[in-house]
């Protein structure tokens, strides 16, 4: 037997894929020399981060890429131009390179992994010495020498939550953003919406036709393997993409944060009580929820499945099987918080029903293997 | 950002594939109650066969599971039938199914993980509970209320040692194996040879190709990031199979083990000095290496890249780009052994010559990270 294995062979592209998976171990204690302490496992996440492939897959993501530079591009002369930046989380310093093209006359471009020894490396290849200082290190811990004008960062995770570095940037936004500065993006928007997810059904399908398979096969009954994999694969926070026409309601807001004014602490909880309507006679399986966020002068990136797929997918969380109708009234609450054990997972709580049929519950954690399950 | 991700859109069943991969991130010190004191990480790789996907992956994989059944029914008659046999590893019991069906009078299934669970619901759901008794434990510290026949254990990891789980079967026979009695597999070949491994060559480009036209895109020369990813890649060891024409030599056989008289200590460090000669002018820039066991009655499961794929795949050591002639000659020495600091991973030395040129050193270490990076 073989412990970790799969039977499909892998192009190098998917190779790269799983290989960003990758975390480390060797998680030992992090006591940080500024005004954090945390959490062990964030030795894991910035090793994560210290790989190469990552930020290929980040970079290579164009929408992402091309949206984040095309905000920094269009508001260059009002915002960018002159001015200095800030870089929260610059990984290998693209953003800071075209805040600098922008006509920035100085970037701070903060990264906590070793990446940024190669982000030093490159604002150098690219003789932008001048522009930009990496600076290696938190984002709580480090000391600007100046305030800024501009706070560039992409923070965002899975279900946009996902990870909890945005209160990093909020520290910098409160410790150095001038007033009247602007943030890259303002705004971010968390959506939900009913899903009957296909690939859901077939992972089921696929899961029974091959445990019961066995009979056929090899004379065993080994079919209570299939309801057990289910069971799982079912209690698991999915991040895949889910096709447009897997979606069967219109969206409802889950939070809308105003990036000039939230607060690490609203985060920490997010609780919202929806009441969508469902669109045809199908079944519900699902709940899918994606993020939009808003740059300055009108630029919107948005991880919607009406839209061009993204790194981040969707995440979908999987409900019992209903079969719906038109209008069918799917009324609840979404509590979304900090998990207690490590603060960059996050715990979900649901509550609905179905046009006031009984309240089901379902509970959620989404961690790493979550989401390496799918991605 | 994102912290894991993938472009890829993946099936249901890649995500699977995917899934069988997460190994709990929670090991804690275990100390058994018997002979041994083993490593804080089994209890992570004990969890990770706790996982039915992983399980089924492994049946999912025919030619692993048709030529173990092979095997039994076609020893059937001479050593299963009337005999006592323990199965260890047992998993969900598939191969006690196996012997139970070709006659074994009692078969001790062994089992450290939780998927022992199931395996007793499949004995009881198949009408074996009065052959089969699941034994729910490591097998260094069960004790079996009698001697055995024959031993049937899938035990192999990627390139046949990874997972070091084969001194626990070798642990099993000299306590209980009768004199005379059976090994399924009685012997198991590791396998070396030469390798233009094609995926490695369209890795390289692909780096390359990515980093180098962000120049073109973006203006921006990111260029050193390509040798950095390539380096990194050649430096990991890669679980992926090769392609039949990708190999360049015969192959060297790095260990021969006869499943009767190895001991454990004989696997902590393996040492091969091999001398393997170039088929055509080609491009070396890999060892290959794989394995085949064989059982009693000629039956014979090679994972050969001239074979049918199995889960295990191929093991590939990447070195660097040399130009071969026909015959050219790669004289060196190879050392496997068990890592320090968690002796199911392995450390693999290898040094070696091209027609008695200058002597190459490479170093590499095969973990998790390394086999999920490619698999």
């Known amino acids: 037997m073989s412990q970790i294995s799969i039977n499909e062979r892998n192009t190098p592209e998917q ?23 945390k959490h062990k496992n964030d030795v894991e996440y910035f090793l994560s981060y210290a790989d190469v492939e990552l930020h290929r897959t980040m970079i290579e993501d164009q929408k992402r ?15 960018i131009k002159g001015k200095v930046v800030a870089d929260v989380g610059c990984g290998t310093g693209i953003l800071s390179m075209f805040c600098a093209q922008a006509g920035a006359s100085k970037v701070y471009a903060i990264e906590a992994s070793d990446i940024g020894l190669h982000a030093k490396k490159l604002v150098e290849a690219n003789n932008f010495n001048d522009v930009i200082t990496v600076l290696i290190g938190k ?10 004008d501009v706070i560039v960062s ?3 995770g899975y279900m946009l939550l996902y990870e909890t570095m945005l209160p990093s940037v909020l520290h910098v936004r409160d410790r150095y953003l001038k007033s009247g500065g602007k943030m890259f993006p303002e705004r971010a928007v968390l959506h939900m919406a009913l899903g009957e997810t296909q690939w859901i059904t077939k992972y089921e399908e696929s899961a029974f036709d091959f445990w019961v398979s066995l009979q056929h096969l090899y004379a065993l009954d080994m079919s209570i393997l299939a309801d057990h994999a289910v069971t799982k694969y079912k209690d698991t926070v999915h991040v895949h993409m889910v096709a447009q026409e897997d979606i069967m309601s219109f969206p409802t807001v889950v939070c809308d944060l105003d990036l000039y004014s939230v607060k690490a602490e609203d985060l920490a909880e997010i609780t919202h009580e929806f009441s969508l309507s469902s669109m045809g006679n199908r079944c519900l399986n699902s709940l899918v929820l994606w993020f939009d966020v808003m740059f300055p002068e009108g630029v919107k990136l948005s991880t919607s499945p009406d839209e061009e797929d993204t790194h981040w ?53 989404m961690d790493d293997n979550c989401v390496e399950s799918d991605s």
């Open 65 to 79: 890429t091309n949206t984040y530079r095309d905000a920094i591009m269009k508001g260059a002369e009002k915002w």
């Open 154 to 156: 992409e923070w965002m």
């Open 313 to 365: 997918q969707n995440t979908v969380l999987t409900l019992p099987d209903c079969r719906v109708k038109q209008d069918s009234l799917v009324k609840g609450t979404i509590k979304i918080s900090q998990d207690d054990s490590y603060y960059r997972h996050l715990k979900l709580e649901l509550e609905y029903s179905v046009d006031n049929q009984e309240m089901i519950r379902r509970h959620f954690k």
């Open 139 to 148: 984002a709580e811990d480090l000391e600007l020498p100046e305030k800024v």
């Open 15 to 37: 190779e790269i894929g799983i290989m960003k998976r990758k975390i480390s171990e060797n998680g030992t204690e992090v006591v940080s020399n500024g005004t954090t302490k």
